[in-house]
C-alpha cells in the first residue's frame, strides 16, 4: 500500500526523517509515535504535501514526485484541525467537495446522499454546519475525504474531542469502511485504543526511525497467557523455588511476571510463596495492551 526506502526529510540541521523505510500492507494501519517521533512528517510526506530530502516512497504502487496529480485521484484526507465551513449544510459542502474532486453535479449529488447516510447524517445533513455537534462535525470531515471513492483514505486524530459515545461511533464507522467501500485506512492516532480497537497493523516510529513494525493482535496475543504477581518478603527465594518447578519470573519494576499454562499454575505460586515465607499481596492474569507495547518502546 505504501513503501518508503531510506527516506530523510531535513529541516534545516534537524532531521523529522532519518533513514526512514517501512513497507505498509493492505488493510486498515495505524502511526503511532511522541511529538517530534516524524510521524506527521511521513504522512505528509505520503499524502503529497511534503516532499523528502532524499530517498523514495511510492503510494498504491506509484513513485510520489512533484506531480502528485495521480496519487491524489486515489487517496482522500480527514485532516485533525476544524476547516468545514460553519455557514454551508453539509449536503451543500459535500456536492461542492464532490465537483471539487472532477465529478458531476448529479454524480456528486449522488455520491453525497450514499455516504452520509452511511454515515448516518438523517436530516442533519440539511442543517447549516454550523450548528453541528463535534461528532457531527467529524461525520463531514471523514465524509469530504471519502466523497470521490479513494482507493485510501488517510484519518489524523479522527477521535480527537469527542465524547465517548461519539467516539465509540466514528470507530465503528472506520472499521465499516474496508467492507462497506473496500477503502484502506491510514490513521494516524495518539489514542493507542483506537488503533487497538480499529487497526490491523500499527507502525511505531521515534526519532525519525521505524521502531516496530507488528500485526496488532499478534502483539496484543504474546503475553496474553501471564499471571501478575505482587508479593512481599524474599523475592528472590520466592524466584528460587518458581525454578525448582520450572516456572521463569520477569520483574518488570511493579509486579512478577509469570507464564500461565494452565489453573495448576495458581497453586505453584502460592505453595512457592508459603515454601519461601513471603506474603501474596495479588496474583491476576491479564493481558497486555497496546499501552504497555508503546510504552516500552518509546521509553
Known sequence: MIKATNVTKKYGGLKALDDFSVDIPEGK?????????????????????????????????????????????????MPEHDCVP??????EFLIEMGMVSGMSLAGATERTHEILGHLRMG???????????????QKVKLAQGLIHAPELIFLDEPTSGLDPNARREMLETINGL????????????HILQDVEMVCDTVIIVKDGKLQMQENVEKIIGKKSNFIQVRIGGPVEDFISELKKKKITAEDDGRALIIPYKNDSTYDQIIDATVKSNCLLYEMERTTQSMDSVYQEIIE
Open 123 to 137: 436530516e442533519e445533513k440539511y442543517r447549516l454546519i454550523g450548528e453541528y455537534s463535534g461528532g457531527m462535525r
Open 178 to 189: 474496508t467492507e462497506v467501500s473496500n477503502t484502506k485506512v491510514l490513521l494516524s492516532t
Open 86 to 91: 460553519d455557514e454551508m449544510t453539509g449536503v
Open 29 to 77: 494501519i495505524g502511526v503511532l509515535g511522541p511529538n517530534g517521533a516524524g510521524k506527521s512528517t511521513f504522512v505528509k510526506i505520503a499524502l503529497g504535501l511534503l516532499t523528502a530530502t532524499s530517498g523514495e516512497i511510492t503510494v498504491l504502487g506509484e513513485k510520489l514526485t512533484k506531480n502528485t496529480t495521480n496519487i491524489r485521484k486515489k487517496i482522500g484526507y
